[in-house]
């Protein structure tokens, strides 16, 4: 079992930036992947960034590519993710997530395992 909890939302003027965390405990956090997803109101999760257990390899959806960054510090159990230049559309529920598969940096939902409750992000225009 892994438990995940999102910290670091808030709200935010366009340009702005903000920097999420998510605290993990339970399995070795070291053996997980991790990713990090967000819902708009009325709309799907959608994948935004995925990081391998080293930190060594990290994926983006095509919308935050060059704004946003995941990163990992295993000696803090944590994961990060820090949003530059933010948008109006960037507004969501953020939530990051853990996959037992620790070399991948899956894009898919049902890849993962675990689940954190989420962090609101709201940016101002």
């Known amino acids: 079992q892994v438990q995940l909890v999102e910290s670091g939302g808030g709200l935010v003027q366009a340009g702005g930036s903000l920097r999420l965390s998510c605290a993990a405990s339970?399995?070795?956090?070291?053996?997980?992947?991790m990713g990090w997803f967000r819902q708009a109101p009325g709309k799907a999760r959608e994948f935004v960034a995925s990081i391998n257990w080293s930190g060594g390899n990290q994926r983006y959806a095509d919308s935050v590519k060059d704004r946003f960054t995941i990163s990992r510090d295993n000696a803090k159990n944590t994961v990060y993710l820090q949003m530059n230049s933010l948008k109006p559309e960037d507004t969501a529920v953020y939530y990051c997530?853990?996959?037992?598969?620790?070399?991948?940096?899956?894009?898919?939902?049902?890849?993962?395992?675990?689940w954190g409750q989420g962090t609101q992000v709201t940016v101002s225009s």
């Open positions: 339970g399995r070795t956090f070291s053996t997980v992947a």
């Open positions: 997530a853990a996959d037992k598969t620790p070399l991948s940096t899956h894009r898919r939902l049902s890849d993962y395992d675990y």
